[in-house]
């Protein structure tokens, strides 16, 4: 998995990255080809200013998280801890789908048994 980090409006030191990198490693998913990380403060005004947001490109549809803490370490754990939700949640929704064919074939295979005709795998998955 690549992953860019941006810092806007600041210099992102060594230890900031290299933190997001131990952390993103923990999502486990071979389907994430990169992550785009982006790191910025908001209005001075507001005590809780360090924002990041996430983006997990996946095949199919991204997954996205922004989050704001006082400190970009917290701001960070806590999009990686909710990515790591939806990684689980696309997983299980993908089996359910993976399952719901079985399923169909299965109540195809029995509907030929009582009709005693031969009925084809491709005729069944159509």
């Not at 992550?35 to 809780?48: H, M, Q, R, T, Y």
């Not at 696309?90 to 048994?113: C, G, T, Y």
């Amino acid at each position: 998995m690549d992953i860019i980090i941006q810092s806007l409006g600041f210099k992102a030191g060594e230890s900031i990255e290299s933190f997001i990198a131990e952390k993103l490693k923990t999502v486990k998913s071979d389907k994430i080809v990169r992550a785009n990380v982006i790191l910025f403060k908001g209005a001075e005004s507001d005590p809780e200013n360090n924002y990041c947001e996430i983006r997990l490109e996946i095949p199919g549809n991204d997954l996205f998280v922004k989050k704001h803490s006082t400190y970009f370490e917290t701001s960070v754990s806590e999009c990686v801890d909710v990515l790591k939700q939806q990684v689980n949640k696309n997983k299980e929704k993908h089996v359910h789908n993976l399952q719901a064919d079985v399923v169909k074939i299965q109540d195809a295979l029995i509907e030929s048994d009582a009709d005693d005709g031969d009925v084809e795998l491709e005729d069944v998955v159509k």
